[in-house]
């Protein structure tokens, strides 16, 4: 049996028909292109972190359900009592354990573009995708198409990131409860940004029974700790952790999230200083008339180029030491569109003057 053989004989074509979720190098750059927190702790902190880590049992098995991490993550994000969290190895794997405690056959639906990780892992799980495009102009919810789509499709779980990935838009609040109230199956809030806007759909959860919101510490400066959650109906939470395996949260993770959330006044800082930076960020891209920022409620600023120039300006930052993402690959509403995060001050001065060198050289 040959190599290809073997593999055809083993792994199934919806696998072997994907492309694998690719991690950019960043060695040697300035990298703004994972909508990272581009900051550390004071040292002071970092010393007491260490003492909190220093009596972890790893020689023992995390609590399973992290009940401690669970109460704390309750208090600091506001979630209503009366709705239980399910926690993930980031918001990645959460998303796995709902897809994969559908039905056989079951249908998955999200606005596009959105969040990829809604598409792959629906696909590897040989479920039926259902993309939805977002309107054109201003990258907000087709709600016509959208209800049509629920309605024939009759979808068991969608996708609703808010902010949304990569346009970091904030979709319309009625339609989204449109959504829901025309949904029969499960609508899942995507609130990975929440730390950089004051809009959640955390306190609809005691309206809507299908209603779930995910969320995740990476974004706030966590990333590292991977480490996601997703809140709502204890009932549904109870089924979910029938899927989940135990253990999933090691114990370095829950000790140092737990250390972490108590210190709420240091993120409320670096995310306060890092929205400051996005409306910078966002008036200098807008005098540059070559491209067109959009509007952000996240960590980034997605922004339209000239016509088939986004690989071209992306490979000249690249020359200059800086790395952006690139979405022009995935084609359609995003073409012509590259996505910066948000870093330290003179991180963004570093990419908008290259920026500038690179479209005066295309």
Same mark, same amino acid.
């Given at each position: 049996?040959?190599?290809?053989?073997?593999?055809?004989?083993?792994?199934?074509?919806?696998?072997?028909?994907? /492309?694998?979720?690719?991690?950019?190098?960043?060695?040697?750059?300035?990298?703004?292109?994972?909508?990272?927190?581009?900051?550390?702790?004071?040292? *002071?902190?970092?010393?007491?972190?260490?003492?909190?880590? =220093?009596?972890?049992?790893?020689?023992?098995?995390?609590?399973?359900?992290?009940?401690?991490?669970?109460?704390?993550?309750?208090?600091?994000?506001?979630?209503?009592?009366?709705?239980?969290?399910?926690?993930? @190895?980031?918001?990645?794997?959460?998303?796995?354990?709902?897809?994969?405690?559908?039905?056989?056959?079951? /249908?998955?639906?999200?606005?596009?573009?959105?969040?990829?990780?809604?598409?792959?892992?629906?696909?590897?799980?040989?479920?039926?995708?259902?993309?939805?495009?977002?309107?054109?102009?201003?990258? *907000?919810?087709?709600?016509?198409?959208?209800?049509?789509?629920?309605?024939?499709?009759?979808?068991?779980?969608?996708?609703?990131?808010?902010?949304?990935?990569?346009?970091?838009?904030?979709?319309?609040?009625?339609?989204? *409860?449109?959504?829901?109230?025309?949904?029969?199956?499960?609508?899942?809030?995507?609130?990975?940004?929440?730390?950089?806007?004051?809009?959640?759909?955390?306190?609809?959860?005691?309206?809507?029974?299908?209603?779930?919101?995910?969320?995740?510490?990476?974004?706030?400066?966590?990333?590292?700790?991977?480490?996601?959650?997703?809140?709502? @109906?204890?009932?549904?939470?109870?089924?979910?952790?029938?899927?989940?395996?135990?253990?999933?949260? @090691?114990?370095?993770?829950?000790?140092?999230?737990?250390?972490?959330?108590? =210190?709420?006044?240091?993120?409320? *800082?670096? /995310?306060?200083?890092?929205?400051?930076?996005?409306?910078?960020?966002?008036?200098?891209?807008?005098?540059?008339?070559?491209?067109?920022?959009?509007?952000?409620?996240?960590?980034?600023?997605?922004?339209?180029?000239? /016509?088939?120039?986004?690989?071209?300006?992306?490979?000249?930052?690249?020359?200059?030491?800086?790395?952006?993402?690139?979405?022009?690959?995935?084609?359609?509403?995003?073409?012509?569109?590259?996505?910066?995060?948000?870093?330290?001050?003179?991180?963004?001065?570093?990419?908008?003057?290259?920026?500038?060198?690179?479209?005066?050289?295309?």
């Amino acid at each position: 049996m040959t190599e290809q053989e073997l593999i055809t004989s083993v792994i199934r074509p919806e696998i072997r028909a994907l /492309t694998a979720y690719k991690v950019a190098d960043a060695s040697g750059f300035i990298k703004l292109d994972a909508m990272e927190n581009p900051y550390t702790w004071p040292e *002071e902190i970092k010393v007491e972190w260490l003492k909190a880590l =220093h009596d972890a049992e790893i020689n023992r098995y995390p609590d399973p359900e992290a009940k401690s991490l669970c109460r704390i993550l309750k208090e600091y994000n506001q979630i209503p009592a009366d709705s239980d969290l399910l926690l993930g @190895n980031g918001s990645d794997e959460i998303i796995q354990l709902l897809l994969m405690a559908l039905p056989a056959n079951s /249908t998955v639906m999200a606005p596009e573009p959105s969040f990829v990780m809604y598409k792959q892992i629906a696909q590897c799980l040989g479920l039926n995708y259902q993309g939805v495009p977002l309107l054109a102009d201003n990258f *907000e919810l087709d709600l016509d198409a959208t209800l049509a789509t629920i309605k024939k499709q009759q979808p068991e779980i969608i996708f609703l990131a808010y902010p949304n990935n990569p346009t970091g838009n904030l979709f319309d609040n009625e339609a989204i *409860e449109q959504i829901i109230q025309q949904s029969k199956g499960l609508v899942i809030i995507d609130e990975a940004y929440a730390p950089f806007t004051d809009f959640s759909f955390i306190q609809q959860l005691k309206k809507y029974t299908n209603l779930l919101v995910m969320r995740t510490v990476s974004k706030l400066g966590l990333a590292g700790l991977r480490l996601g959650f997703i809140a709502g @109906n204890p009932a549904i939470i109870r089924e979910l952790n029938k899927v989940r395996l135990p253990y999933n949260i @090691n114990i370095l993770t829950q000790v140092s999230v737990e250390f972490a959330l108590k =210190h709420p006044e240091m993120f409320a *800082e670096q /995310t306060n200083t890092i929205c400051t930076e996005r409306a910078r960020m966002f008036l200098q891209l807008s005098v540059i008339k070559e491209v067109t920022p959009c509007p952000s409620a996240a960590n980034f600023i997605l922004f339209r180029t000239p /016509t088939d120039s986004a690989t071209e300006i992306f490979q000249r930052l690249k020359e200059q030491g800086i790395l952006i993402k690139n979405l022009a690959p995935q084609k359609g509403l995003l073409n012509d569109c590259l996505r910066v995060t948000i870093g330290k001050p003179e991180e963004n001065n570093a990419f908008i003057k290259a920026l500038k060198t690179a479209l005066q050289a295309c």
